[in-house]
Each structure stands twice: as structure tokens, then as C-alpha cells.
């Protein structure tokens, strides 16, 4: 029920290979998770890297400790500002300590010889431009909420699938779902045959909504089409506030998350670990 995980990770397609680098750069790194499943949580062993951006949208720059993970889940993207501060010849795992317990080393940096001359203490990296997108009125928000319940171990004893109420166990056993959003499986969708959307708003409609995971997995919630500010998390209000098109819900976690409706259509709007997805967790939004 946490999604298949597998027995391995690569990166850009190969398992664990060098990453050549130089004493004293300054690299841009930029990570995106397109795992089928797995929540990587990410360690720089002798290095302190900036957070610049989450989701491609800058966020005020932010350096990591030395016991700092970067947690980024399926659908998640980062960018990181790393300062290359080894000495030649010495090499640096990156590490995945998953949340299952497992540690996989995903690359080493490997640094080559010094650069002729010196470089020069860096600055802390400014902050980027930042992209340009309405601001939600939360004076004046539609205020909604969603809870997530279902799969293994969860409190999931009845839900509507196709206008009819069954249990949790006939879910299961006859159709192959075991998640709901606000007490609705979600069929597949098939090409034609959308369903109904779980929201309907007006183009231009500033949107407040409060997500609930009562499950007992972390879910990776990803919205299509638009952006949101991630407002606050378990009722504590959120840093800056950042722009995320995915936000991860912890077990037992709530966020708060706030956008304006400004894009024409119908918007998946689902968990990114696909097998969650496939059983239940796949709707879509409407803005008209």
C-alpha cells in the first residue's frame, strides 16, 4: 500500500555513478523526483548546500546544516546551490536515506585538480526573480477541505465508487480500490469519460483548502495546471510561504494550501505515488 518502491535508484538513468567536479564552483543542482513511489531524503556529507527554488519557484535562499535532509517526494522538484569545498582527489557520497530505513548511495562528487588560480570566498546566493502568478485573496477565498483515508491499516469503512456505497473490504475485493477523497473513489479516468469533477470553480476564484491525510502513508498531493502557496502545516502557519504544485502530506499531516482558479479546464488533481493513484486517488478539479 505504500506503492512499490524497488530495489534500486539511478540517477539520470544509471546507478551510482562520479560526478566530476571542481574545487571552489558553484554548481546549480537540480533534482526531480520521477520515482514511482519513493520519498528520497537527501544527504550532502561535507557539503552544505542552499535551497533556492521548490518546484521550479524561487524561494528566499536557505543553507542547509549538517544534518539537513532535502525531502522531495514523486512529482517534487528542487533546486540546490552547492559550493564545491573539497580538496582534490577527495570523493563525496550523496546519499538516499529513504524512509523505509534504507540508505542508497545514489553518486559521488569527485573532485579533480585545483583550478590555476584560487577561487575567491562566495557570497551567499541571492535570491531569484520570481515568476510571475496571481496572489490568492484569502479574505475573500472559497474555503474547502479534503481528506484523504484509505489503504492498509487505515479507518476506511465506507465510500461511494460510481454512485454506489460500499465498504472498504467490497472496495477492495471487487473493484481494486482502497483510497477515497472526501469519503469518493475516484475511477480511472479513460479517455472521453471523465467522471465528475471533484470541484468546480469560477475563473478567477481565489481557493483556501485544507488537505487531511487520515492514512496511515505519506502522500505526495499534485495539482495540474496551477501553483499554490503552501500557507501552513499541521495549523502552524508555513516559512515564506512557498509556490508548490505538490505538497506532501506526512501520516496524520494537514496543509493548507492556496491558488487562484485561473486556468480554463479540467485539472487532474491526485497523488503522485501511482499505485495510490490508480486505487482511488486520481480526481480533477474544474475551472470554467
Keep these: 500500500h505504500g506503492g512499490r518502491f524497488g530495489n534500486t535508484v539511478t540517477v539520470n538513468g544509471r ?11 558553484r554548481v546549480r543542482l537540480r533534482i526531480v523526483n520521477v520515482a514511482n513511489a519513493r520519498i528520497f531524503r537527501l544527504t550532502f556529507p561535507g557539503h552544505r548546500p542552499w535551497l533556492a527554488a521548490i518546484d521550479g519557484h524561487a524561494v528566499p535562499p536557505r543553507q542547509f546544516g549538517e ?5 522531495i517526494a514523486p512529482g517534487a522538484r528542487a533546486d540546490l546551490i552547492l559550493d564545491m569545498a573539497g580538496s582534490p582527489g577527495e570523493r563525496f557520497a550523496v546519499v538516499d536515506n529513504s524512509p523505509e530505513g534504507i ?3 545514489l553518486a559521488d562528487l569527485t573532485y579533480g585538480a585545483a583550478p590555476s588560480a584560487p577561487a575567491s570566498a562566495r557570497p551567499a546566493p541571492a535570491a531569484w526573480a520570481a515568476n510571475p502568478l496571481p496572489e490568492p485573496d484569502l479574505g475573500t477565498a472559497t474555503r474547502l477541505s479534503l481528506d484523504m483515508e484509505g489503504g492498509a491499516m487505515g ?14 473490504r467490497d472496495l477492495a475485493r471487487k473493484h481494486g480500490m482502497v483510497w477515497s477523497f472526501n469519503g469518493v473513489v475516484y475511477p480511472p479516468m479513460k479517455y472521453g469519460d471523465h467522471g465528475d469533477p471533484m470541484f468546480t470553480f469560477k475563473r478567477g476564484e481565489s481557493v483556501v483548502m ?6 496511515a502513508f505519506a502522500h505526495p498531493i499534485h495539482l495540474h495546471g496551477h501553483t499554490f502557496r503552501v500557507i501552513s502545516r499541521d495549523g502552524k502557519p508555513e516559512p515564506d510561504r512557498p509556490w508548490q504544485d505538490t505538497v506532501l502530506l506526512p501520516i496524520d499531516g494537514e496543509a493548507e494550501i492556496a491558488f487562484v482558479a485561473d486556468n480554463p479546464g479540467d485539472w487532474m488533481f491526485h497523488c503522485h505515488i501511482l499505485e495510490h493513484q490508480k486505487s482511488g486517488m486520481m480526481g480533477f478539479v474544474r475551472v470554467a
Design 15 to 25: 546507478i551510482s555513478e562520479d560526478l566530476a567536479v571542481t574545487p571552489g564552483e
Design 67 to 71: 544534518e539537513d535532509w532535502l525531502v
Design 103 to 105: 540508505r542508497y548511495r
Design 155 to 168: 479507518g476506511l469503512q465506507t465510500a461511494t465508487f460510481k454512485g454506489e456505497t460500499l465498504s472498504g
Design 210 to 215: 485544507t488537505i487531511r491525510n487520515k492514512t
